[in-house]
């Protein structure tokens, strides 16, 4: 069982405290985890509480579809008459219930896996697929940069991940786009290069008219852009246009974290993260320092709707500004 590594627990001191904390809120406020996140956890620890508890709920959307979520990104199964395609594979201490979910829905197995992107928390079952000889899809810059085969940090989140053994590893990539059959559904998977990450799929699914689009979009929570795998604000917003140039009204637009979505849900996303860019590159150019910036609030009006989740506004703004500044890699 492969688990990922939280910065801080390179001092047994501060784990041993967090632990003993962590104990205390499981114990005292079992349901109110997150609503207790005390101001120094990050954002790993915050997620990670999360997604080990969250119950996994499994969600019908007909035409052999099925959404899975809590335990980690959303994830999605297309059935036919033989077998089924996921779409990411959750943490990796929550996929024997997943799988059971999986075979529960479509009863038929797990034969191709693709995953949106290298992180742990839409990657964490593919030791356990992996090893079952399930064929692993994604893009070419996950096997190329070493995304999973050697040590990661994601800036201003405490992850440290990135060591899965090689069962884990995709098997099958693709460099700009890529076209799969599943039963009566066309899979075009796209890469419209560096976003969330520098190794993003979007997953286009006709003729149910869904698309997959991984963590370039959270649905109402702040998104992680991970700047030292060559994530960008900008690039976020350019694979929004695509992605919006693809779809319609009537399409179901599922994002990395936070509920099934319409284009409209997508649009106001793409809204929040060109204001704060702007006003962050407003503060840039006035000089301002990183603290400086987090102090002036750029994301106010925007927080009760997207604050709430692990990454916090301040996290944002960090991420924001040092992808805009240019300086990924401070505050690691
Ligand atoms: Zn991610």
């Not at 996140?37 to 035409?63: R, W």
């Not at 009863?107 to 090893?131: M, Q």
């Not at 059959?181 to 976003?195: A, E």
């Not at 695509?242 to 996303?269: C, M, S, V």
Request: aromatic share 6%.
């Amino acid at each position: 069982m492969r688990s990922i590594l939280i910065a801080s627990q390179k001092r047994p001191s501060l784990c041993l405290i967090l632990a003993v904390l962590l104990g205390l809120v499981l114990l005292f406020a079992a349901s109110r985890i997150q609503a207790q996140a005390g101001p120094g956890e990050t954002v790993i620890q915050k997620a990670t509480q999360q997604f080990e508890n969250a119950p996994l709920k499994t969600i019908t959307l007909g035409n052999g579809l099925f959404i899975f979520s809590g335990d980690g990104g959303n994830i999605t199964a297309i059935a036919d008459d033989a077998s089924t395609l996921l779409i990411d594979s959750g943490i990796d201490s929550r996929v024997t219930e997943l799988s059971g979910a999986i075979y529960k829905a479509t009863g038929r197995p797990v034969a191709r896996l693709a995953n949106t992107h290298w992180h742990f928390d839409h990657t964490g079952g593919n030791v356990y697929f992996g090893s079952e000889g399930v064929t692993i899809i994604a893009h070419e810059n996950v096997k190329k940069k070493k995304r999973m085969s050697s040590v990661q940090d994601v800036p201003f989140t405490g992850i440290r991940d990135g060591r899965y053994p090689s069962q884990a590893l995709p098997t099958v990539t693709y460099s700009s786009s890529m076209a799969l059959h599943q039963g009566s559904q066309q899979l075009t998977l796209v890469n419209y290069g560096p976003s969330h990450t520098d190794g993003d799929t979007v997953i286009y699914i006709s003729p149910a008219n869904v698309a997959v689009v991984g963590d370039i979009f959270s649905n109402h929570v702040y998104p992680i852009i991970d700047l030292a795998s060559g994530g960008s604000i900008d690039g976020m917003i350019q694979s929004l246009d695509r992605i919006l140039a693809q779809t319609d009204e009537q399409t179901k637009i599922l994002p990395g974290h936070g509920p099934l979505a319409t284009r409209a849900d997508l649009k106001d996303y793409r809204e929040m993260l060109v204001e704060v860019r702007q006003r962050i590159k407003v503060l840039i150019t006035a000089g301002k320092t990183i603290d400086e910036a987090v102090a002036a609030a750029p994301t106010k009006g925007f927080d009760a709707a997207w604050g709430d989740g692990y990454v916090t506004p301040e996290v944002f703004v960090r991420m924001v500004f040092s992808s805009l500044a240019g300086s990924g890699s401070a505050g690691r």
